[in-house]
């Protein structure tokens, strides 16, 4: 994570350490309307019809069971995932976990109260527990379970929506940070150095083809400066950026470079994302052709396979070949290809390293 430092937690029984102190301070915190809802009912009770133990069992009851089916109901929301869900679809789930929950307030007070009073361990003045009452209970109850749904779920759902709202910057400016690193990559100095060294000898030798690097490197080094502004860039486009970066390099490797291109008719508006191919082909001669004594043949090959664009970079493999590929550029690449469901594999057999890409059309 950029720009700030992960919360250390600890695993308790599969919950990390920060999950079980947010639970513990849910339980404790959903004792304060409950608790104030018993309050408010004893308080009802006794100016209406005065001090009774059915009043005080029948209050305590009714606000523990709410208190339970409470954080029942956002239990399931939570494990079952209900914030993720349309608006209406979080709705009815909301408004049957407030029916039935009521209804199982009112079974569980019906258990505990009816058996006291008729053993007349309680008495319950000015009041009956009959179908009727207990219809009008379940009413009043599933009101005040409705209320607590409704505050929770808006609470929730804002800090949910602030949650989302900053993992997307986080993940954004993440995307940004990799596509500055790889575009610092890009413009590798030695690269740059490279053609302005090469730029001056030909001035003197061969103006000509001094004038036609300069516009290569122009090219060269404008795609890399605009290469975020698309999603997905046509691979003749893509193609003839590569062109430029070869051509470039060309004049620095010489007779080392040797490029087999094998393209197959009518790719030209296949899509791919913007630097993905010359990515791989940057890869190939830092870590093929450069450091090949002789230097090397490098092919790229381009192929439609149902709907499948598949792109190979091959390239000697260098002393110390690896196909982990851990680089920025790579970092960058596999990063881009998750965007359009692409796939990039790197192999290493005969020799040789084989870099292919496979992206949907």
């Known amino acids: 994570m950029r720009g700030g430092i992960r919360p ?60 339970a089916v409470s954080a029942t109901v956002r239990a399931q929301a939570l494990r079952r995932g209900w914030f993720e869900l349309e608006l209406g679809a979080l709705a009815w789930r909301m408004l049957l976990g407030v029916l039935g929950g009521a209804l199982l307030t009112q079974i569980g007070v019906a258990l505990v109260l009816r058996p006291a009073l008729a053993l007349g361990w309680v008495v319950l003045p000015g009041s009956s527990y009959g179908l009727g009452a207990s219809l009008m209970y379940w009413f009043n109850t599933s009101v005040i ?15 949910h929506a602030r949650t989302s709202r900053l993992a997307r910057l986080r993940a954004e400016a993440d995307r940004h940070a990799l596509e500055h690193d790889a575009l ?25 083809r001094a004038r036609e690097l300069v516009s290569r490197l122009s090219n060269t080094l404008r795609h890399a400066l605009e290469h975020s502004q698309r999603e997905r860039v046509p691979l003749a486009g893509e193609l003839a950026v590569v062109d430029d970066y070869l051509a470039v390099e060309a004049v620095h490797f010489e007779d080392r470079l040797r490029v087999v291109r094998d393209i197959a008719p009518g790719l030209d508006e296949a899509q791919l994302p913007p630097m993905a191919l010359q990515l791989l082909v940057e890869n190939a001669i830092k870590h093929g052709i450069a450091v090949t004594p002789g230097g090397g043949e490098l092919c790229i090959v381009a192929r439609r396979d149902g709907d499948l664009l598949r792109l190979s970079v091959a390239n000697p493999a260098g002393p110390g070949a690896s196909t982990e590929g851990h680089g920025v550029g790579l970092a960058w690449l ?18 040789r390293v084989l870099a292919t890409l496979e992206i949907p059309q």
């Open 145 to 159: 379970l409705g209320l607590w749904v409704a505050g929770w779920t808006g609470w929730t759902a804002l800090a």
């Open 184 to 208: 610092r990559a890009r413009l590798n100095p030695h690269f740059v150095f490279n053609a302005l060294n090469n730029l001056r000898a030909l001035i003197l030798e061969d103006p000509q």
């Open 8 to 67: 250390r937690t600890m695993s308790t029984g599969g919950m990390t350490m920060q999950a079980v102190r947010g639970f513990r301070w849910f339980w404790l915190l959903n004792l304060l309307p409950w608790l104030a809802y018993c309050a408010v009912n004893l308080g009802l009770g006794l100016g209406y019809f005065g001090w009774s133990s059915g009043l005080l069992l029948l209050s305590i009851t009714l606000s523990g069971l709410l208190y």
């Open 334 to 351: 596999r990063h881009a290809l998750t965007r359009v469901q692409g796939r990039f594999t790197l192999e290493h057999h005969d020799g």
